[in-house]
């Protein structure tokens, strides 16, 4: 039960500073991504100080052996570049351009009902949704045809 509440507090604080760095607002994101156009740079700071908070907080958090609530840490295993991590951050990143929200920032205003969250929700969720089925179908075929060879 710790650890549910204090991946809550961590997932409010996070929503928060996403409010108050204006990440919730999906003019303020076209904004600093319009460089030939509206230009705002005040965004750039919000994500400097969101690495610099990572990079401390890594920093403190390996000089442990263990985690706090967890018997290990949980760090990604894979090496390799293959078609998913490109093709992924590209739908994201042209989403974010297009919508102006990223998923955390989406999900942060939901309380304020705006259609344009809504619809933006609905199609992150349907867009998961969709890349769970094709992965899941993907990884079938895969091991059918390695059935096959056997």
Request: charge should be positive.
């Amino acid at each position: 039960m710790l650890r549910i509440t204090i991946s809550l507090i961590a997932g409010l604080l996070f929503g928060l500073g996403l409010v108050i760095g204006g990440m919730a607002n999906p003019a303020k994101v076209q904004n600093f991504l319009d460089v030939f156009g509206t230009f705002d740079p005040s965004l750039a700071f919000v994500m400097a100080g969101a690495l610099v908070v990572t990079f401390v907080g890594y920093r403190i958090a390996f000089r442990r052996p263990t985690p706090l609530y967890a018997e290990q840490f949980h760090l990604p295993t894979a090496t390799e570049l293959d078609r998913r991590l490109v093709i992924g951050p590209a739908l994201f990143g042209v989403g974010w351009g297009l919508s102006g929200f990223c998923p955390g920032p989406a999900i942060t205003s939901l309380s304020l009902m705006a259609p344009g969250t809504l619809i933006f929700v609905t199609a992150m969720l349907a867009g998961i949704g969709l890349a769970r089925l094709v992965s899941k179908n993907a990884s079938h075929t895969r091991l059918e045809a390695n059935e096959g060879k056997a």
